[in-house]
């Protein structure tokens, strides 16, 4: 084993000792960058170390590196983005959502919880923060869901992994950074997001048709209601009233990167400003309101900008010491086909979801391994849907599964962690089955890009 691959194998190992005990990830990302810096320039200039690393070419350089990220226009999404999630989450759509759906589907075997998914997905495709629709979801429906006796695993396992949807399902901030790591243009911003909405879809779906199997097999899972409201003109159109102001916000959004009238930072102004009237007309917005939404938005933004700033030291100390070559050597060297090396990234990134929270996956390990599987043949949009899938996991596999301490924070007490992690497990069965089918049938996550911006 060469110098260079003592030096990465000890890098990787510094960053998980400091977070094992506790150090925030930005300072450790930031702190393990410089100190190996400076490691590599004392064994380059005072023992000769055969090491291809030089200071200048490595720290010199990082002001340069960091201007160039918050300088980057697609990078004015992600505030763009968070706020319009958090403005949503404040202007009452997923109240009005889940009471009308409930008037309709309530009469079905486990219709709650079909109820809970598809306000889900809705959540998903017009806000994408993971935390809010977790907590949201939670706290409208798992009250309701014990009062008709439902199971409490399966109610607190559909709330928690339905929230979950909102990294998948476009717009993504997941998606957009992906997108930025990634570095090429056969994995644009639209691209991904175009490439991602029939799995999100189709993971949406799987939900339900486990949902409604599991109720017909078990009757006691999720009981019909003994009292059952007629359904009348009005219930369905209160669910098209309902529903409609998110239809729009997405069709806004979503179409206006797909058709080429905007830009992605542009189409994200556009979400920030629907969900700005969608507050007001709904009379839920005031200054305190707005005051909160722009704190919460500015956290957040802060939050990931400060992990982007830590990788950046990070990866850039990473490379001098020939990080990429030691990665690339060990891909390569894989005793497997390119499947099989496609395969065990795969897994890797799912294992790696048990500890790390997606930012630090996204932001360290994509851009490391990402261009050799290119160089293998492996289509990009392809393959980062994919990694998409598979972070998604990290939110319900614990330790570090942040779901499930959001969805612990709404809990009724009755509901245990026991009956958390034993909720989750047959969704994250739900989501390994998804990635097998979009790793079995690529079109699943390439027909609609090829479709709208062309390709093979």
Request: glycine share 10%.
């Amino acid at each position: 084993m060469g110098v260079e691959a003592i030096l990465v194998i000890a890098m990787f190992a510094s960053f998980m000792f400091l977070l094992l005990l506790g150090f925030p990830v930005a300072w450790s990302l930031a702190g393990i960058g410089l100190v190996f810096g400076i490691v590599g320039h004392v064994m380059v200039e005072y023992f000769d170390s055969p090491i291809w690393f030089t200071w200048q070419g490595t720290i010199g350089v990082l002001d340069a590196r960091i201007y160039g990220i918050v300088a980057n226009e697609l990078m004015v999404a992600l505030p763009m983005f968070i706020f319009m999630g958090i403005m949503l989450d404040r202007s009452g759509i997923a109240e009005k959502l889940m009471h009308s759906l409930v008037r309709v589907l309530g009469p079905l075997r486990g219709g709650y919880a079909v109820t809970v998914v598809i306000v889900g997905v809705l959540l998903a495709a017009s806000t994408g923060i993971v935390g809010a629709s977790v907590v949201l979801l939670g706290m409208l429906s798992l009250g309701p869901m014990m009062q008709a006796n439902y199971n409490k695993s399966l109610a607190v396992g559909t709330a928690c992994s339905v929230g979950t949807l909102g990294i998948l399902v476009p717009p993504s901030i997941m998606l957009v950074l992906m997108a930025d790591r990634l570095g090429t243009s056969d994995a644009s911003v639209g691209k991904l997001f175009m490439g991602a909405l029939i799995p999100g879809v189709m993971l949406g779906a799987m939900y339900i048709l486990y949902i409604l199997i599991a109720s017909f097999i078990k009757k006691d899972l999720a009981p019909a209601p003994e009292n059952r409201e007629p359904l009348d003109a009005r219930a369905i159109l209160g669910v098209f009233k309902a529903v409609l102001p998110p239809m729009v916000l997405i069709i806004a959004v979503l179409g206006s990167i797909f058709f080429g009238i905007a830009t992605t930072t542009e189409a994200s102004a556009v979400g920030a400003g629907g969900a700005l009237l969608m507050a007001f007309v709904s009379k839920r917005l005031s200054m305190d309101t707005l005051k909160e939404s722009l704190y919460q938005t500015s956290r957040t933004s802060a939050f990931i900008f400060g992990i982007f700033i830590g990788a950046t030291v990070f990866a850039a100390v990473l490379r001098g010491l020939g990080g990429d070559e030691v990665i690339e050597n060990a891909i390569t060297g894989l005793p497997f086909g390119t499947t099989g090396v496609l395969l065990t990234v795969l897994l890797i990134t799912f294992l790696l979801g048990f500890f790390l929270d997606w930012v630090e996956i996204t932001l360290i390990v994509l851009p490391l391994v990402a261009p050799v599987l290119f160089k293998m043949g492996v289509e990009p949009v392809w393959f980062a849907i994919m990694f998409a899938i598979c972070l998604q996991t990290s939110f319900l596999t614990p330790p570090v599964g942040f779901s499930l301490f959001y969805i612990k924070g709404v809990c009724p007490p009755e509901i245990t962690t026991r009956d958390i992690y034993l909720g989750v497990l047959p969704f994250i069965a739900l989501q390994i089955l998804a990635l097998a089918l979009v790793f079995w049938f690529e079109p699943l996550a390439t027909w609609l890009p090829n479709e709208v911006y062309g390709g093979s």
